[in-house]
């Protein structure tokens, strides 16, 4: 499902991703880990065509993403749920508009809209805050919701990156279940995390960067 291939990233001279090769399965779920600077984000945002490889081959679905049309980057996302870093968030949207946005975009109907977006928020215990800007909400309430819109067009392909970063051990517990679930589904997930006691709580494969290297 995503292999890459002796990728390379350089931001100017400083080397971010250095021969990394790399395998996914369809349906896997996987963690990737490392330090601060290690690469993590860098590696996501290539999968995702929100920065491009040096070097290298990436397959994603069997699509050579290296060389994919700028035209063809929207249908390469769509596949694609993410949970940025920064959670990226629309600030002058509403929790639900910034969670039903995506369904607005593939032409959903807007009951149905209703019906998935209460879902969702119901799902990461958000559903009293659905009329709220994302400014006024705490953290890791920004997060629950950039991770409700991850999920909520049941996309073949999720990547997290830190998705419980600003939340407390119950509720990562809880947002990894949520991933599980989706993956339980059918979905490969990848997840960039440095919290140990989920790496260890929730048993799954684990890549570790350093220095933009593939280590372990
Ligand atoms: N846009 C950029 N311009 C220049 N350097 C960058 C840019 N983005 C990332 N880097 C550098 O690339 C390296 C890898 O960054 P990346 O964000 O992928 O690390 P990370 O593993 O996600 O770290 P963290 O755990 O802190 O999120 C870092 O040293 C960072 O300074
Ligand atoms: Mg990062």
């Known amino acids: 499902m995503i292999q890459l291939y002796h990728v390379y990233k350089y931001y100017s001279n400083y080397q971010a991703l250095i021969d990394v090769s790399l395998?996914?399965?369809?349906?896997?779920?996987?963690?990737?880990?490392?330090?601060?600077?290690?690469g993590k984000t860098t590696l996501l945002s290539i999968i995702f065509c929100?920065?491009?490889?040096?070097?290298?081959q990436i397959l994603v679905n069997?699509?050579?993403?290296?060389?994919?049309?700028?035209?063809?980057?929207?249908?390469?996302?769509?596949?694609?749920?993410?949970?940025f870093?920064?959670?990226k968030l629309l600030p002058k949207k509403t929790v639900f508009e910034n969670i039903a946005f995506a369904q607005r975009v593939i032409g959903v109907g807007s009951k149905e809209i209703k019906r998935r977006v209460w879902m969702t928020l119901k799902m990461v215990g958000l559903s009293h805050k659905k009329d709220i800007l994302?400014?006024?909400?705490?953290?890791?309430?920004?997060?629950?919701?950039?991770?409700?819109?991850?999920?909520?067009?049941?996309p073949p392909i999720i990547l997290a990156d830190?998705?419980?970063?600003?939340?407390?051990?119950?509720?990562?517990?809880?947002?990894?279940?949520?991933?599980?679930?989706a993956n339980a589904k059918g979905a490969t997930v990848i997840v960039a995390t440095h919290n140990r006691e989920i790496l260890k709580r929730n048993p799954h494969r684990v890549v570790k960067l350093n220095r933009g290297r593939v280590v372990e």
């Open 162 to 181: 830190e998705p419980t970063g600003n939340l407390d051990f119950d509720i990562s517990m809880e947002i990894i279940k949520l991933f599980e679930g």
């Open 134 to 154: 994302p400014l006024r909400l705490s953290g890791g309430e920004q997060q629950r919701v950039a991770i409700a819109r991850a999920l909520i067009n049941e």
């Open 23 to 38: 395998k996914v399965e369809k349906g896997e779920f996987i963690y990737i880990t490392g330090p601060s600077g290690a």
């Open 85 to 87: 870093q920064d959670f």
């Open 50 to 56: 929100g920065v491009k490889a040096d070097q290298g």
């Open 62 to 83: 069997g699509k050579n993403i290296l060389k994919i049309r700028d035209s063809d980057i929207p249908y390469h996302r769509r596949e694609i749920g993410v949970v």
